[in-house]
């Protein structure tokens, strides 16, 4: 009786056909095949037989590391460079020109790095479904690495096609391709499942991973640190084909793009897809945010094509927002540290990657702290309502609130508590702290020290006996005035909106936030600046806008581009008011103020090296964010020391940029009528050139003088002729190689002197004459971070004129 071959069979047969298929085209072309003769070096790259896919030396976006540098296989005829497997993933090389990936005298496949050491082998990457190269043989087999057109690199016998000694379709990293398998061989209990990059630019091995479920063969599971499941997409349907937490999947199948195949077996247990068009390019990986991505490329839009999403909801990935933090799905960025909490990393928090997640701002004092002051010793609790609560929690009986507060506060390693009828205690860091987006979520109270919470206590009055009526007619007024007021107040609360639209107040609202605009925080070119206090205690700046000529039309256009502006280092608008031929921005209040008063003021206390190298590098970053990646770009026209604000943590972000869109290309206009310090502009203000985002970039030079050396640029009356115009002595000492003539000797020390060198150089090559001499800030934050090396800059002619006017700080440019 004839059998039908199982789908492992097929599948076998399949890999000899194509291997056999390369090996025979190897004699007229090599350009896919790897031997011990024919190494792979430095530019050069394997192309599959059909052109799909290229194999070589292959570096991350922008972002990480430029020295690191990693063996990949990526589409080679997708326009965005794509990598779907990662060899060294733990193992980078700095240098490709001298390494070499090639066969070695025992037939393993190995990369060996300009040392000619060994840093990833196919020996050393265990797989127990597959035949081993004997190590000990004594006469080295042959061996040769071919590039299927599949995307797989198979290390082969040359001699026999079908003795396949290694494939990297069985060591998957974070994508999975079409005929690569996700599951388990039964026999063995190895595995092949897709583990997440660690972020955005590092594809060592991330928190996250997708396998089959070993509990339920039928279905995916997602797991976070190799241990806790977090999603799973549901058991896997025959009829339909897809999987039933996964609907998405359904019209794709019904519409023939691709089939998925479950198969469990004697052997083995597994999933794969499989494309029934070879022209469509389809991947699924799981990315640093332990999120799975179905997409298809499509070339006409020249970009991937999601379609599917696991799990849709950010929040509902482990420990996404790392510890004590909160996770709410409608906020950009998702994250965000509870109060009394500060970003752990804020480098990674910048780059997307919040699991390091936050640390207390002030240590626990502890109840049985006993050498704690008496004032400090009992911790305090904050509230938050509407959450889904943490994982992790115990109950203890508690009979009510009070004694559930008790408990927690008696145990030094309790961090918060709930209470519902049922008390619940987190003696663990809090993890997977998030909004609940129904409203009926629970309220937990966060342990924090009395420092970091205002003093609660309630004053108690006695009960008077007798009350006339004409006091009990007035206190009723009292109260009926407090709550209308309070009616009123609570209408300047930023609305909570699912597509992240600003708030839109009243002039009234703002009236009553900033007491009638009472407290002045400041002014500039563009307005004033009050301070004002949310009914939730959240202060604000409010701007009130002068000159601005704007229809309510054109400004809410504008309000709605601006709205949707975000960056670390950019100071956010929350909300604006457009009220008769008032304008007016409701900002973030910036608790330190702007950079000059740290700068320049006699009273104010010094800022650190480090300190202040980090703010040149946030306002770098933030001036590259507007210029490079926002749909338009994006020139700010006023980089200065008072347009830079700094946070509670002294983190810069840049001020005013919402100014710049406002007023458009006739902003170059009222500029250069105004009066003001001439030594932030760009040359071309002054001649009437056409203004690019260069001119910001020399603005960001001047600036950048003035964080080195904690002086004005333009300094007045004898001040400024006490010695040689600072950024002349700059350029003059980077072009004799010594900097140090001109620091402070006892701060010497403390200054790391290769970012020293490296902000000078950058100042200097700022500050140019020739726009196209000048760097991007993108180049700029990247040279600041010391991934790029630039040259010594020639002293620009244009900061001789401005030396010489260095004693008439105040001079007024006319149109």
């Avoid at 991350?60 to 060899?87: E, F, R």
């Avoid at 087999?141 to 599949?150: D, E, G, S």
């Avoid at 330190?592 to 700068?599: C, M, T």
């Avoid at 790029?788 to 020639?794: E, M, R, S, T």
Wanted: charged share 20%.
């Amino acid at each position: 009786m004839a059998t039908t071959p199982d789908a492992s069979s097929w599948a076998a047969l399949l890999l000899f056909l194509l291997l056999h298929g390369s090996l025979s085209r190897r004699t007229a072309d090599a350009a896919d095949t790897i031997t011990a003769s024919r190494p792979l070096s430095g530019n050069q790259k394997l192309v599959s037989q059909g052109d799909k896919f290229a194999l070589g030396f292959y570096r991350p976006g922008t972002g990480g590391p430029l020295s690191n540098w990693y063996i990949a296989i990526w589409y080679n005829k997708v326009s965005i460079q794509t990598a779907v497997w990662i060899a060294n993933r733990e193992a980078p090389i700095s240098n490709p020109d001298e390494s070499q990936l090639t066969i070695s005298q025992d037939g393993a496949l190995i990369l060996l790095n300009q040392s000619k050491s060994v840093v990833w082998s196919s020996n050393n990457v265990h797989n127990a479904t597959l035949p081993h190269v004997n190590n000990s043989s004594k006469e080295a087999m042959t061996t040769v690495a071919v590039l299927l057109n599949t995307g797989n690199l198979v290390l082969s016998d040359a001699s026999n096609a079908s003795h396949v000694l290694w494939q990297s379709f069985d060591h998957l990293t974070d994508t999975q391709l079409p005929n690569m398998k996700i599951g388990w061989n039964k026999a063995t209990g190895a595995s092949t499942r897709l583990v997440s990059w660690r972020n955005h630019y590092d594809p060592s091995p991330g928190l996250f991973s997708v396998e089959m479920d070993p509990g339920d063969n039928s279905q995916y599971v997602f797991l976070w640190n190799n241990s806790i499941p977090y999603f799973t997409g549901g058991k896997y349907d025959r009829n339909t084909g897809a999987f039933s937490g996964i609907p998405e999947m359904t019209p794709m199948i019904s519409n023939s793009m691709y089939t998925f195949q479950y198969v469990d077996n004697d052997r083995e247990a597994y999933f794969m897809v499989t494309i029934k068009d070879d022209s469509i390019f389809f991947r699924l990986t799981i990315d640093a945010s332990g999120q799975t991505r179905s997409t298809v490329w499509m070339e006409d839009r020249k970009e991937w094509m999601l379609f599917f999403l696991q799990p849709k909801a950010k929040c509902a990935v482990y420990s996404m927002c790392g510890l004590f933090s909160r996770c709410a799905e409608s906020a950009l960025p998702p994250c965000s540290c509870l109060k009394g909490f500060h970003e752990q990393s804020p480098s990674s928090w910048i780059s997307g990657n919040y699991a390091k997640g936050c640390v207390r701002n002030v240590d626990l004092q502890c109840r049985s702290n006993s050498s704690a002051p008496k004032k400090t010793r009992e911790d305090k609790f904050y509230m938050m309502n509407n959450v889904r609560l943490p994982d992790w929690s115990r109950g203890v009986p508690a009979e009510s609130v009070g004694d559930c507060k008790a408990a927690c506060l008696d145990n030094c390693s309790c961090s918060a508590y709930s209470y519902n009828g049922t008390c619940l205690l987190w003696y663990t860091d809090l993890v997977n702290l998030q909004d609940s987006l129904d409203g009926s979520g629970d309220s937990i109270f966060i342990r924090l020290a009395a420092s970091e919470l205002p003093d609660s206590k309630i004053k108690k009055w006695r009960v008077v006996s007798i009350i006339v009526g004409g006091l009990v007619a007035l206190a009723c007024g009292v109260t009926a005035c407090i709550c209308f007021l309070r009616k009123r107040a609570m209408q300047a609360v930023l609305p909570s909106t699912a597509d992240g639209r600003l708030a839109t107040f009243k002039y009234s609202d703002l009236q009553l936030i900033t007491k009638g605009f009472s407290e002045k925080l400041g002014s500039g070119s563009f307005g004033s600046v009050f301070k004002g206090v949310l009914p939730d205690k959240t202060v604000v700046a409010v701007k009130k806008l002068e000159g601005l000529r704007q229809g309510e039309k054109q400004f809410r256009a504008e309000m709605s581009t601006i709205g949707t502006i975000h960056h670390i280092n950019l100071v956010r608008l929350l909300g604006f008011c457009s009220h008769g031929v008032q304008r007016l921005l409701v900002y973030e209040h910036m608790q330190n103020g702007s950079l000059d008063h740290h700068l320049f003021a006699k009273n104010a206390g010094g800022l650190s090296w480090s300190r202040r190298y980090q703010i040149a590098v946030g306002v770098a970053k933030g001036l590259a964010y507007l210029h490079e990646k926002c749909r338009d770009c994006i020139i700010h026209c006023d980089i200065k020391p008072e347009n830079i604000l700094l946070d509670a943590s002294f983190v810069p972000k840049v001020a005013d940029f919402g100014l710049a869109k406002l007023l458009g290309r006739d902003f170059s206009r009222v500029l250069t009528s105004m009066r003001g310090t001439i030594g932030y502009l760009a040359p071309e203000w002054i001649s009437g050139m056409a203004i690019t985002s260069k001119a910001d970039v020399f603005s960001y030079g001047m600036l950048l003088f003035e964080i080195i050396s904690q002086r004005r640029n333009v300094e007045k009356g004898e001040q400024a002729g006490a010695s040689m115009f600072f950024p002349v002595l700059t350029a003059k000492k980077l072009l004799e190689g010594d900097l140090l003539l001109f620091l402070d000797p006892e701060s010497v020390d403390e200054i790391d002197l290769e970012e020293l060198e490296r902000a000078c150089k950058v100042a200097c090559w700022c500050v140019q004459d020739a726009e196209s001499s000048r760097p991007s800030m993108g180049e700029i934050v990247q040279i600041l971070e010391g991934f790029v090396d630039v040259g010594i800059p020639p002293i620009p002619r244009y900061l001789h004129v401005l030396a010489e006017s260095a004693d008439h700080a105040e001079i007024s440019v006319s149109e």
